[in-house]
Nanobody
Framework: QVQLVESGGDLVQAGGSLRLSCAASGSIFRINVMAWYRQAAGKQRELVGHISSGGSANYADSVKGRFTISRDNAKNTVYLQMNSLKPEDTAVYYC???????????????WGQGTQVTVSS
């Protein structure tokens, strides 16, 4: 079994910065793509951005130029650096990973439990 645990959510003022982390643990053979999603109250979950195992990242237009996704493959961890935060960035942020577990022949997707980010105006 694989677990994803996010951390770093907080209350921050508009214009501020936060860094989220998501660590994967368990019987992991390989982690493929990792991603960050977010879900604001009353809205559908949306993709913030994703990063390949090789480190190539892509972003939603709403966060491009403000957010940066990175990963440390040795630590099975993905990060989301959020700068110039806006009130509309307020949401629960979820980590996603596509993983090949030890002894498995298929890739499975896993989600973290979510971490709250609140941006005050």
């Amino acid at each position: 079994q694989v677990q994803l645990v996010e951390s770093g959510g907080d209350l921050v003022q508009a214009g501020g910065s936060l860094r989220l982390s998501c660590a994967a643990s368990g019987s992991i053979f390989r982690i493929n793509v990792m991603a960050w999603y977010r879900q604001a109250a009353g809205k559908q979950r949306e993709l913030v951005g994703h990063i390949s195992s090789g480190g190539s990242a892509n972003y939603a237009d709403s966060v491009k130029g403000r957010f940066t996704i990175s990963r440390d493959n040795a630590k099975n961890t993905v990060y989301l650096q959020m700068n110039s935060l806006k009130p509309e960035d307020t949401a629960v942020y979820y980590c996603y990973a596509n993983v090949r577990a030890d002894g498995s022949y298929i890739d499975r997707t896993y989600w973290g439990q979510g971490t709250q980010v609140t941006v005050s105006s």
